[in-house]
């Protein structure tokens, strides 16, 4: 069912925070704290549409999650990264529960701490929960989150939360759109080139992963991707979002195949 766009959004208006959605994630959750307000949009042939909203319960605490025990439900983008059976936790919990990757990269990289953020249902027999109601969860009515269960998917679907979405024109999304794709093909076509001064300039300072910062994820690229002879570097499944709150932070996640003398 095709519902109409919240108050807030005009004629030619489309969610701002959602840039670039492939077909591998058909489905993109926004929480809107400010209302209670979770909303379900749908991919389809000229980016998303709104296709359902639903109540929802945050943390007694209210929004903006910065520490372990706080009661308090992050802003940031997240992803589902499992379905648990609840059948053996406590009935709060109601039938399911989809946890979320909270901490994030960012989230860590502001100090945050806790886990065990969720989205999942209510007591069989409590009925309807008041706004700000969870430890930081997000908590749905049951029969609304049976009723979602299959578009909630591990490591695919991501789930933005925000206290209010933020609404643009299709063109300005569209130029974001088309401004955020060249960065990436930048960053690939650059690897495939062999140019690592331009590849290693799109890492920022502070730049860690897999327990690497910056000059040592350098010096693992130089001995290893610096030293391949690509003949292509394919982004596909190439998902862009905007963060609900910082202003000008980007998530990209995409997958990569690098092309060595004609192999994968």
Request: glycine share 8%; proline share 5%; net charge negative.
């Amino acid at each position: 069912m095709l519902l109409l766009w919240p108050a807030v959004a005009t004629a030619g208006q489309v969610p701002a925070w959602v840039i670039r959605v492939p077909e591998t994630t058909p489905t993109v959750y926004v929480a809107e704290t400010s209302t209670s307000t979770l909303f379900r949009f749908e991919r389809d042939g000229h980016g998303v549409r709104l296709d359902r909203q639903d109540y929802m319960s945050i943390g007694k605490g209210g929004d903006a999650k910065e520490r372990a025990g706080d009661q308090r439900t992050p802003l940031g983008i997240y992803f589902v990264t499992d379905e648990l059976d609840t059948t053996r936790l406590h009935e709060k919990y109601g039938p399911l529960a989809f946890p979320l990757d909270y901490p994030n990269a960012w989230d860590r990289r502001q100090g945050r701490t806790g886990d065990g953020i969720w989205v999942h249902g209510v007591d069989r027999n409590g009925g309807k929960r008041p706004p700000l109601d969870t430890d930081g969860c997000i908590a749905l009515p049951n029969d609304r989150l049976l009723a979602l269960a299959e578009t909630f998917e591990p490591n695919i679907t991501p789930v933005l939360i925000g206290r209010q979405v933020d609404f643009a024109s299709v063109s300005s999304v569209a130029n974001l759109r088309a401004e955020l794709e060249a960065a990436v093909e930048s960053w690939a076509r650059a690897l495939e080139q062999g140019d690592m001064y331009a590849y290693l300039d799109a890492y920022d300072e502070s730049f860690e992963h897999w327990t690497m910062n910056r000059d040592e994820w350098i010096a693992f690229s130089l001995q290893t991707a610096g030293r391949r002879m690509l003949s292509d570097v394919v982004v596909s499944e190439l998902l862009l979002l905007a963060d609900p709150v910082e202003d000008g932070l980007y998530l990209s996640r995409f997958r990569v195949a690098l092309v060595e003398d004609g192999q994968t």
